[in-house]
């Protein structure tokens, strides 16, 4: 069976979503996992949440933020087009812990990841207060879909064209100093954004879970490209997480690692135009899951 693109469309400037049959990984989900995806032969394998899944449509979601190389390639396919190789689910699904409040936080491309968390946590019984924040109007999707998960909902923007101007971290404060009791956070965003939330929440000792975006090969612990230091401990973030205890991690390592291959990466996507590849790859018959 191949992966066939069932949906395509676009959300926000630089940001679309694809609705991609996977039959087994959408029976095998949970809230947290991901997909390694590779597009064609001759693709490099690369992670995406999974943001949403239909079982018996046997549909998983992805939303991707078009960065490089394969996320330009990506945007370029059509609905009918198949993806080669969808690999997964991977990571821990996330722990849903007992009822109480949560404060659910999504920086930019991470309101996509956060969306089947809130809706865990909100059917597991919790008062969810979510807080998306992005730099611009035209950079925030799925408004609706996330407050209709959510008690109390606040949006910021970096130029204060929609929402409160600002960033995230300005109405968790206000939360924190009116003193609503908050029993954990979740936070998905950039890697500064984290970092600063979680030095945020310390301070309160409220527990904070993060979702890190190392860079990943494998995606099965052998390769060791996802390490991350968690406490006084090496983590492998695609089988140890890729959640963590935001207390725990190293962010100023996992922001040096990412900077890693730009090289590589830049001169892989100068050199697109001339594979020009064209997305029609119907044929295939091996998915992997
Ligand atoms: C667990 C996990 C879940 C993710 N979920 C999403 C998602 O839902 N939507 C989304 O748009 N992006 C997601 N990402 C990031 C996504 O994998 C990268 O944006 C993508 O690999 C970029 O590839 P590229 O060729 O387009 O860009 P490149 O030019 O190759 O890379 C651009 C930047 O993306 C990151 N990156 C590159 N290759 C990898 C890799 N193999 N693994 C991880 N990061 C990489 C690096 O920071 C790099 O600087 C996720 C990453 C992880 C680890
Ligand atoms: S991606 Fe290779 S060890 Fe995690």
């Given at each position: 069976m191949s992966h066939t693109i069932i949906k395509k469309q676009g959300l926000a400037r630089n940001i679309f979503m694809m609705e991609i049959k996977a039959p087994l990984v959408a029976q095998k989900h949970q809230a947290g996992q991901f997909i390694i995806l590779r597009l064609h032969d001759k693709g490099e394998r690369i992670p995406l949440s999974i943001v949403d899944s239909d079982k018996e449509q046997g549909t998983i979601t992805l939303v991707i933020q078009v960065v490089g190389k394969t996320t330009k390639e990506m945007e370029r396919c059509n609905e009918g087009d198949s993806v080669l190789d969808i690999f997964g689910p991977l990571g821990k699904p996330t722990?849903?812990?007992?009822?109480g409040t949560v404060v659910a936080i999504g920086g930019g491309l991470g309101a996509a990841p956060l969306h089947p968390i809130l809706k865990a946590l909100k059917k597991a019984g919790n008062r969810t207060i979510t807080i998306l924040g992005a730099q611009?109007?035209?950079?925030?999707?799925?408004e609706v879909k996330m407050k209709a998960l959510s008690h109390d909902f606040h949006i910021t923007t970096d130029d204060g064209?929609?929402?409160?101007?600002?960033?995230?971290s300005a109405p968790l404060q206000r939360l924190l100093q009116e003193g609503t009791k908050i029993d954990r956070v979740y936070c998905i965003g950039p890697v500064f954004m984290m970092k600063a939330i979680s030095n945020l929440t310390k301070e309160y000792k409220i527990p904070t879970i993060v979702s890190l975006n190392p860079i990943m090969v494998d995606?099965?612990?052998?390769?060791?490209?996802c390490r991350v230091t968690v406490g006084n401990d090496t983590k492998f973030a695609c089988v140890d997480g890729p959640e963590f205890d935001g207390h725990q991690v190293d962010f100023d390592e996992l922001h040096k690692r990412l900077q890693f291959y730009t090289k590589h990466e830049e001169f892989a996507e100068s050199h697109l135009e001339k594979e020009?590849?064209?997305?029609?790859?119907?044929?295939?018959?091996n998915e992997k899951e």
């Amino acid at each position: 069976m191949s992966h066939t693109i069932i949906k395509k469309q676009g959300l926000a400037r630089n940001i679309f979503m694809m609705e991609i049959k996977a039959p087994l990984v959408a029976q095998k989900h949970q809230a947290g996992q991901f997909i390694i995806l590779r597009l064609h032969d001759k693709g490099e394998r690369i992670p995406l949440s999974i943001v949403d899944s239909d079982k018996e449509q046997g549909t998983i979601t992805l939303v991707i933020q078009v960065v490089g190389k394969t996320t330009k390639e990506m945007e370029r396919c059509n609905e009918g087009d198949s993806v080669l190789d969808i690999f997964g689910p991977l990571g821990k699904p996330t722990l849903i812990h007992e009822k109480g409040t949560v404060v659910a936080i999504g920086g930019g491309l991470g309101a996509a990841p956060l969306h089947p968390i809130l809706k865990a946590l909100k059917k597991a019984g919790n008062r969810t207060i979510t807080i998306l924040g992005a730099q611009s109007k035209e950079n925030i999707f799925w408004e609706v879909k996330m407050k209709a998960l959510s008690h109390d909902f606040h949006i910021t923007t970096d130029d204060g064209s929609y929402g409160e101007k600002g960033l995230v971290s300005a109405p968790l404060q206000r939360l924190l100093q009116e003193g609503t009791k908050i029993d954990r956070v979740y936070c998905i965003g950039p890697v500064f954004m984290m970092k600063a939330i979680s030095n945020l929440t310390k301070e309160y000792k409220i527990p904070t879970i993060v979702s890190l975006n190392p860079i990943m090969v494998d995606g099965t612990g052998m390769c060791g490209g996802c390490r991350v230091t968690v406490g006084n401990d090496t983590k492998f973030a695609c089988v140890d997480g890729p959640e963590f205890d935001g207390h725990q991690v190293d962010f100023d390592e996992l922001h040096k690692r990412l900077q890693f291959y730009t090289k590589h990466e830049e001169f892989a996507e100068s050199h697109l135009e001339k594979e020009r590849h064209q997305c029609k790859l119907g044929d295939f018959n091996n998915e992997k899951e």
